[in-house]
């Protein structure tokens, strides 16, 4: 059983950059594809990011590629989600996830609680 905890959100302006982490409380994430989710109010949960467990692959939806890089550190037990140039329609709240495969496509194994990231024009 692996235990998820995301931490990093807040608020910023426009334009400013934040670093989310996904830490792993209970259990190990190193065979475990992991991603990144978001959700705005009122909208469905929606990818933003995937990391093979090598970390050698990753994938990006398009609304935040070249703004946003994913990464992991096995030894550290850590996920990480680094934003940058950011908008305020990225606002939302901020899941990780783990499971066999790293895919833009749910189901997942494991997620966090969730992480609001707010950003103002």
């Known amino acids: 059983q692996v235990q998820l905890e995301e931490s990093g959100g807040g608020l910023v302006l426009a334009g400013g950059s934040l670093r989310l982490s996904c830490t792993a409380s209970?259990?190990?994430?190193?065979?475990?594809?992991l991603a990144w989710f978001r959700q705005a109010p009122g909208k469905e949960r929606e990818f933003v990011a995937t990391?093979?467990?090598?970390?050698?692959?990753?994938d990006y939806a398009d609304s935040v590629k070249g703004r946003f890089t994913i990464s992991r550190d096995n030894a550290k037990n850590t996920l990480y989600l680094q934003m940058n140039n950011l908008k305020p329609e990225d606002t939302a709240v901020y899941y990780c996830?783990?499971?066999?495969?790293?895919?833009?496509?749910?189901?997942?194994?494991?997620w966090g609680q969730g992480t609001q990231v707010t950003v103002s024009s």
């Open positions: 996830a783990a499971g066999a495969d790293a895919s833009r496509y749910p189901p997942y194994d494991y």
């Open positions: 209970r259990g190990s994430l190193s065979n475990y594809g």
């Open positions: 990391v093979s467990w090598t970390g050698v692959s990753t």
